[in-house]
């Protein structure tokens, strides 16, 4: 090889490189787009709509057993739950009365419930808590154990006949 | 001796030149621009019904100086690989964070809501109107009730606009 061909080929190796330079700044230009949406945190606790303990004919304790509290949150940022049943009731709280009102007649014994971390029934004269700072699976705690018990007595027959009920209210709190 | 001399003289020229050409190219013409723009982000807001989460009028525009292009190809693509064409939480590549259904698109030549499953192409060999070109496309997200009671946060996608000119 000739020092001249040497000399043309340096030069066409340079001029290669010169070219090389626009096509690093040519290309098919692209752009990015970010779509976004929000899903908001809910809160649920699911109790059943009616208990219903029948007719009370008998001194009896009247039950209504394993009945199930569910509550969820889709909050990645809560994962315990505490879980409490009230009345909200104030003169006769905790008592089964003629209607549901807030006065006599009302039932002999409280409402008592039991389920979750109340171990044997309990009266609803105070507030019970069923469940303390329970781990959340998925968001998710149920309780399938929660049942009412309404001793009925002698006296409790002899009392104006209808329907007598109890507005229970459960309360979820999510931490 | 001399030719050595030649061949030493030309390297070192070729090598200015190649340092110094991207710094002040003076004496070469500047290259040719090809630009694509879509919108920065779009928002559906909050999610808290079922339905179907629509953005229409949603513009594209692309340009060129060069006057050798006359036609031009606009495709656009998710890049995820396992939940390609979903949004998903936070945006991550995760098929337990995603949503039910796909982002749809339409525009151009895609005439129906399509998911964007796959690459999509908005426009095949369209013609350049002096370099430039615009479209209009719409996204649409069907959100079932499974999907309003998955993990709460952001759910997002990123879409890659392609342009092609010939």
């Known amino acids: 090889m000739t020092k001249r061909r040497l000399i043309i080929i340096a030069a066409l190796a340079a001029l290669a490189a010169l070219l090389a330079i626009p096509a690093v700044v040519m290309g098919d230009p692209t752009d990015i787009t970010t779509v976004r949406g929000t899903i908001g945190a809910t809160y649920s606790l699911t109790s059943p709509d009616t208990i219903s303990l029948g007719n009370f004919e008998s001194t009896n304790n ?22 409490v049943v009230s009345d909200s009731k104030t003169s006769t709280r ?58 009925i007595t002698s006296d409790d027959l002899s009392k104006t006949a209808g329907t007598y009920s109890i507005t229970l209210t459960f309360t979820a709190t999510f931490n | 001796m001399r030719g050595f001399l030649k061949l030493l003289i030309v390297l070192i020229c070729g090598s200015l030149i190649i340092i110094w050409m991207p710094v002040a190219p003076s004496f070469a013409e500047d290259p040719p621009t090809y630009s694509l723009t879509a919108p920065e982000t779009i928002s559906f807001g909050d999610f808290t019904n ?40 936070g945006g991550a590549d995760d098929n337990l964070k995603s949503l039910s259904n796909p982002l749809n698109i339409q525009g151009g030549i895609i005439s129906s809501y399509s998911p964007v499953t796959s690459i999509l192409y908005l426009v095949n060999e369209g013609n350049l109107d002096n ?15 499974s999907d309003l009671s998955k993990t709460a946060g952001e759910y997002k996608i990123i879409l890659t606009f392609t342009a092609i000119f010939q």
């Open chain 2, 50 to 89: 079922v339905m179907h989460y629509e953005k229409t009028g949603l513009i594209i525009t692309a340009y060129t100086d060069d006057q050798t292009k006359s036609k031009i190809t606009i495709n656009v693509e998710d890049t995820k690989n396992n939940t390609k064409g979903y949004l998903t939480l």
């Open chain 2, 131 to 145: 370099g430039n070109y615009s479209l209009n496309f719409s996204v649409q997200q069907n959100i079932t009730s």
């Open chain 1, 62 to 83: 009247y039950d209504s057993s394993n009945q199930n509290i569910d509550a969820y949150t889709n909050d990645a940022q809560k994962n315990q739950v505490t879980i």
């Open chain 1, 94 to 151: 905790g008592f089964m009365t003629l209607n549901g009102n807030d006065q006599i007649p009302k039932l002999a014994n409280a409402l008592s419930v039991k389920g979750g971390a109340v171990n044997t029934y309990s009266p609803l004269t105070s507030n019970q808590t069923l469940a303390s700072n329970q781990n959340l699976i998925s968001g998710s705690y149920t309780i399938n154990d929660f049942s009412v018990r309404q001793t």
